[in-house]
């Protein structure tokens, strides 16, 4: 099975979710776009979305492909967010998306599962600066992108973290 991606805006649960996999006994991979934010900031002239969007775009691709082979070396492999994500918030930013991510977006299991943001657990902090509303703007550009992409969006019900584990097995037809 092509590698699965569990994506969404921001505040949405994606981590807990991708966390409770790993949990369950499933190869799980971190949001990469995160880390590099952490690493990014930490350099003098880091390359940060909300100053260098296209920049930091070719960052993820790197760790993403790379992610993407690493998961696809497993019968079933969760990643939290991927290179159509890429896309989408190159999107939301009303910037070109080159042809290279759009090729790149493929070999991903065809349904995407979608968390979307969540009022009651988003937080804004130093690596998510944007309110709320920035967040759900995010949600449905993703969502967009993805379809334009070519895949199923599926959207994961937001309820504790074990029973969308749950949702997300039955949906799947698998279980570790």
Same mark, same amino acid.
């Given at each position: 099975?092509?590698?699965?991606?569990?994506?969404?805006? #921001?505040?949405?649960?994606?981590?807990?979710?991708?966390?409770?996999?790993?949990?369950?006994?499933? #190869?799980?991979?971190?949001?990469?776009?995160?880390?590099? +934010?952490?690493?990014?900031?930490?350099?003098?002239?880091?390359?940060?979305?909300?100053?260098?969007?296209?920049?930091?775009?070719?960052?993820?691709?790197?760790?993403?492909?790379?992610?993407?082979?690493?998961?696809?070396?497993?019968?079933?492999?969760?990643?939290?967010?991927?290179? #159509?994500?890429?896309?989408?918030?190159?999107?939301?930013?009303?910037?070109?998306?080159?042809?290279?991510?759009?090729?790149?977006?493929?070999?991903?299991?065809?349904?995407?599962? @979608?968390?979307?943001?969540?009022?009651? +657990?988003?937080?804004?902090?130093?690596?998510?600066?944007? #309110?709320?509303?920035?967040?759900?703007?995010?949600?449905?550009?993703?969502?967009?992108?993805?379809?334009?992409?070519?895949?199923?969006?599926?959207?994961?019900? @937001?309820?504790?973290?074990?029973?969308?584990?749950?949702?997300?097995?039955?949906?799947?037809? +698998?279980?570790?």
């Amino acid at each position: 099975m092509n590698p699965i991606i569990i994506t969404g805006g #921001p505040g949405a649960g994606k981590t807990a979710l991708i966390n409770a996999l790993g949990d369950a006994g499933y #190869p799980t991979f971190a949001e990469s776009s995160r880390q590099l +934010i952490e690493q990014q900031s930490q350099l003098e002239n880091g390359i940060l979305p909300w100053l260098d969007l296209p920049g930091f775009a070719e960052l993820c691709l790197g760790v993403m492909s790379e992610q993407k082979e690493q998961a696809r070396q497993h019968p079933i492999a969760f990643l939290d967010r991927a290179i #159509p994500d890429i896309c989408g918030y190159l999107t939301q930013a009303n910037l070109e998306i080159d042809e290279i991510y759009r090729e790149a977006s493929q070999g991903y299991h065809s349904q995407a599962l @979608f968390c979307r943001p969540e009022a009651s +657990i988003y937080v804004q902090d130093e690596v998510r600066p944007y #309110p709320f509303e920035g967040a759900l703007e995010i949600h449905h550009a993703l969502i967009r992108v993805y379809e334009e992409l070519g895949y199923e969006v599926v959207e994961v019900p @937001f309820m504790p973290v074990e029973e969308r584990v749950r949702f997300v097995e039955r949906y799947l037809g +698998i279980k570790s």
